[in-house]
């Protein structure tokens, strides 16, 4: 089953001359796999998740997410589809700083209108399934970057989306953390079937993917 | 969504309470000038009107138009009635021209004749000198009269009227007191005697030229209208407002003064909060774009940015109200007194010199909806703002 696919996918950005972050790209990622986008910097790897996850809009082509089409969504919609169906991983984390880690993973649930009970048992079986329960009461400032991130990926997965796109989740992070990172998601795209599309240049990342795609100048090169 | 607007206005501990006191600063002034102004206003009203003129007269109709003896009418039984059912005090006037003489002195002036028990004007506080009457025969002059006639308590004067029959009136009346009230016209110009006295002078036989009405209720205005309907076709009711138009003026002027005053006090809290938010939008661009890339709308997030503002503008108000409560309570029973030259000035205008404060829930409750109603709107350009640009470049380019 295709979560996502994309139809000639393209961004360009004219300051002075014309740059193609991302050309004319044709891609598809079945359900359950995880995936390294990997490429250069500057290649056009955050462009292209952007673009999938329907936070900028295509300049050309089109990009299908569980078959609908997203380039086409209003905003209120579209808010509402990444709200139910996809998760985002950032390299700074970008946990809320006024929210304790239990909070920050809640608030998706909250959004979502997941009653109070509900939301408490699924937010800590995530907690438990990372092994990040102690984090529960902290802040992000009282935490590491390390833990940060798994708050962070409990935050994307809780609601089981269908799709979650992860920027240089591991830029930030040291190697032994980068790595546990990288197996965390593995095991939960393994255990849930949740399909994984992972930005990086980090070979740590790229070593423990399945697939591996490389990005060039905004094209796909190698797949 | 409110634990999240409410721990971040508590981020910039600083900011927040310097925000909150400059609310409830501006709630404070707000609502203890609004406070001394209606209470002001009240007391000045009341206190205008009792110097002499009541909140309310009934008059022959045409009388108030031309003021002329002839049109004079009869409290008969029907009329007392009526008035004794209204919970008004009243009494009757005669009120007319004349000449007043002391020795080779002669001066114009306006004569009443009073119920001296049932008077209700503050005349019988007035007395500098001497004592108020109390039978026939006696006469209260204004202060700057009896410097003019160059006369003194226990003096008798000639007071010559023409009656209201055409006739010559006049009698020799015994100075009891002199009055000063501050208002030139009365303290240069008018002479007091009883009604008795003033009925034979003008040769009345029994008539009145006016009925004065005063109370302190706040619905007068109500009560004076249903008194109206039922009034004789022939009689009339005038108000303080019409029989004293210079007094109305000067509290309107003196209220679009301080409306100027109000304008600029709501800026301060507007430009306050609008400055507060835009900072602590524009310092949490980042996060906010990630609230709306795990898929909040854009009008979710001004609805957040609204509730950050609400919190402001509640804190702000709470406190300002909590501060402001006793303040407005202590002028309710300690009005500013105005003093020395002033006093005089204030008397002059017949503004009170005494300056209560009025402690009514429809201050309070005006102000906060006020302070409110900008805090929305204050939150709103913000939030534009901030969600106005791409969310791409949000999340890219800000650490
Ligand atoms: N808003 C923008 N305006 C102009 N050029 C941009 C903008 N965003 C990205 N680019 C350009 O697009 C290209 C791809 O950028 P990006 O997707 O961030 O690459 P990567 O994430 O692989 O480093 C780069 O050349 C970058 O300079
Ligand atoms: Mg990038």
């Known amino acids: ?223 | 969504m409110y634990k999240v607007a409410w721990r971040n206005l508590w981020r910039n501990k600083r900011r927040t309470i310097l925000t909150i006191s400059a609310i409830a600063f501006s709630v404070l002034v707000l609502i203890f000038m609004l406070s001394i102004e209606s209470g002001t206003y009240e007391y000045t009203k009341d206190y205008a009107t009792k110097i002499w003129n009541g909140k309310a007269r009934i008059f022959k109709k045409g009388y108030f138009q031309k003021e002329t003896i002839t049109k004079s009418f009869t409290v008969d039984k029907k009329l007392k009635k009526l008035l004794e059912s209204t919970s008004f005090s009243w009494c009757k006037r005669i009120d007319g021209y004349g000449l007043v003489s002391f020795g080779d002195k002669t001066y114009g002036a306006s004569i009443s004749g009073i119920e001296p028990e049932r008077e209700i004007s503050a005349i019988s506080k007035k007395i500098r000198e001497g004592k108020y009457i109390n039978s026939t025969g006696q006469v209260l002059v204004g202060w700057r009269l009896a410097k003019n006639l160059k006369v003194k308590v226990g003096d008798k004067i000639a007071i010559l009227v023409q009656g209201r029959d055409g006739s010559l009136g006049a009698k020799l009346l015994e100075i009891t007191g002199i009055f000063k009230t501050g208002v030139l016209d009365l303290d240069r110009g008018k002479v007091i005697t009883t009604l008795e006295d003033a009925d034979e002078l003008f040769s009345m036989g029994g008539r009145v030229t006016t009925v004065v009405l005063y109370s302190k209720t706040r619905d007068f205005d109500k009560k004076l209208n249903s008194l109206e309907k039922k009034l004789p076709p022939e009689l009339e009711l005038v108000t303080w407002q019409k029989m004293m138009p210079e007094l109305l003026e000067m509290i309107e002027f003196d209220r679009a003064g301080a409306y100027i005053m109000y304008l600029i006090l709501i800026m301060i809290v507007a430009f306050g909060l609008l400055n507060t938010l835009y900072m602590s939008t524009f310092e949490r661009r980042k996060e906010l774009a990630v609230l709306r890339a795990i898929g909040l709308t854009k009008g979710e997030v001004r609805a957040l940015i609204l509730k950050e503002s609400f919190f402001l503008a509640l804190l702000g108000t709470i406190t300002g109200i909590l501060i402001s409560l006793p303040v407005v309570i202590y002028f309710v029973k300690h009005p500013i007194k105005v003093g020395g030259k002033m006093a005089e000035f204030f008397e002059s205008l017949l503004f009170a010199p005494l300056m209560p404060a009025l402690l009514s829930w429809k201050i309070f409750a005006g102000v906060s909806v006020i302070i409110f109603i900008f805090a929305i709107i204050m939150a709103i350009f913000p939030g534009i703002r901030v969600t106005r640009e791409e969310l791409s470049q949000q999340l890219r380019f800000e650490k």
């Open chain 1, 1 to 223: 089953m295709e979560i996502v696919k994309t139809e000639n996918l393209s961004k360009y950005y004219t300051d002075g001359t014309i740059v193609k972050a991302v050309d004319g790209v044709n891609l598809t990622l079945k359900k359950g796999e995880f995936t390294a986008l990997v490429g250069p910097s500057g290649s056009g790897k955050t462009t292209l998740l952007n673009l999938i996850g329907g936070i900028d809009k295509p300049s050309e082509g089109k990009v299908f997410i569980d078959g609908q089409e997203i380039s086409l969504m209003p905003e209120k919609k579209l808010a509402k589809f990444r709200l139910h169906k996809l998760g985002f991983v950032f390299q700074s984390f970008n946990l809320i700083p006024v929210l304790t880690a239990y909070e920050n993973v809640e608030l998706i649930l909250l959004f979502q209108g997941v009653p109070k009970n509900e939301r408490r048992e699924r937010v800590m079986r995530i907690f438990k399934e990372l092994g990040i329960e102690e984090l529960a009461d902290r802040t992000p400032s009282k935490m590491s970057g390390g833990q940060q991130q798994r708050v962070a990926i409990a935050r994307a997965i809780v609601h089981t989306p269908s799709l979650v796109l992860a920027d240089e989740p591991t830029a930030n992070l040291d190697s032994e953390n980068a790595i546990a990172i990288v197996e965390l998601m593995k095991k939960m795209s393994e255990e849930k079937g949740i399909t994984f599309l992972i930005a990086t240049h980090d070979s740590r990342v790229f070593e423990r993917t399945r697939r591996i795609i490389k990005i060039i100048d905004g094209k796909i090169h190698e797949d």
